[in-house]
C-alpha cells in the first residue's frame, strides 16, 4: 500500500514537472537562430528593442557571429562571438587560432537595444553567402 501511495505521487509530480520545463529544460531547442551547414536559420528575424537573440550552431562545423561595424545603427554596440569588440578584431583572431568559433551545440547571444538593421557574418562561410540582418523595430514581422 505504501509503494503504491509513493508511486503514484511520484507519477504525478514528473506529469507537473515536465509541463512547467517547456524550453528551459531543453536547451537545444530554445533558439532564435540555428546554425545549419553554411547558413543562418532564419536569415533576417525582426526583434523589439531590448531583445535578446540566440544563435544555436545545429551544425557539425565550427561558425561564427560577426557584425559588420560599418553597417550597424548609429549607438549600437558591437557584437561578435568570442566577445570582440570590433570586427577587425574579430577577423585577426579567427584568422590566427580561430578564436571566436561557435562549436556544434554551442550557443551565442546579444541583446539589441537601438533599432535598426544589424547585419552580421559568419567569417570561415561568409564567401558562401552565410549571412544574416537582425532588425530592431517596434514593429517586428511575426514570421521566426
Ligand atoms: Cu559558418
Redesign the pocket.
Known amino acids: 500500500m505504501e509503494r503504491r501511495a509513493f508511486l503514484r505521487a511520484v507519477g504525478s509530480a514528473s506529469v507537473v514537472g515536465l509541463a512547467g520545463c517547456i524550453g528551459s529544460s531543453r536547451p537545444n531547442t530554445d533558439y532564435d537562430i540555428g546554425?545549419g551547414a553554411?547558413v543562418f536559420r532564419p536569415e533576417r528575424l525582426e526583434v523589439t528593442p531590448g531583445t535578446t537573440v540566440t544563435w544555436l550552431n545545429t551544425n557539425k562545423?565550427g561558425?561564427?557571429v560577426t557584425a559588420y561595424e560599418a553597417s550597424l545603427p548609429d549607438g549600437a554596440e558591437y557584437f561578435a562571438s568570442g566577445g570582440f569588440d570590433s570586427e577587425e578584431a574579430a577577423r585577426e583572431a579567427w584568422g590566427s587560432g580561430s578564436d571566436g568559433t561557435i562549436f556544434e551545440g554551442q550557443q551565442y547571444e546579444h541583446t539589441f537595444e537601438v533599432r535598426g538593421e544589424y547585419p552580421y557574418l559568419?567569417i570561415?562561410?561568409e564567401s558562401m553567402g552565410?549571412v544574416g540582418t537582425i532588425v530592431v523595430t517596434d514593429d517586428p514581422a511575426t514570421e521566426e
Open positions: 546554425m553554411k562545423q561558425h561564427s559568419c570561415p562561410h552565410m
